[in-house]
């Protein structure tokens, strides 16, 4: 699957410019969550259901920052490959807009 750039610009606008994000996402402690869950799965989660060994350094936080979800737990950590990043960062985007 190829992936629109123009779409996918814009979608990373939206998503990590956000200054809450862009603060949340700099912080040492998202930093220090992300790092323990690469640790712990250095490859993309969904890739292995799959039977696929894909190396990734893309954690992906299960629940939207501007939920209130400021509190880490790994459990709500996913390691993706770029591919799966972005299929699960437009489904994120898809229920954002029946808000
Ligand atoms: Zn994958």
């Known amino acids: 699957m190829k992936m629109n750039n123009k779409l996918r610009a814009q979608h990373y606008d939206r998503f ?3 200054a809450e994000s862009q603060k949340f ?7 220090k969550a992300r790092q323990m ?3 712990q799965n250095p490859c993309c989660e969904l890739c292995q259901q799959e039977g696929r060994v894909t190396p990734t350094d893309i954690v992906h ?5 501007k939920k209130g979800m400021r509190k ?3 459990n709500f950590l996913v390691s993706l490959c770029h591919e799966h990043h972005n299929r699960a960062e437009s ?3 898809k229920e954002k807009g029946k808000e």
């Open 72 to 74: 880490l737990d790994l």
């Open 61 to 65: 936080h299960l629940l939207s920052i």
């Open 91 to 93: 489904e994120m985007d």
């Open 16 to 18: 990590y410019r956000d």
């Open 25 to 31: 996402y700099n912080s040492s402690i998202w930093k």
């Open 37 to 39: 869950k690469l640790n």
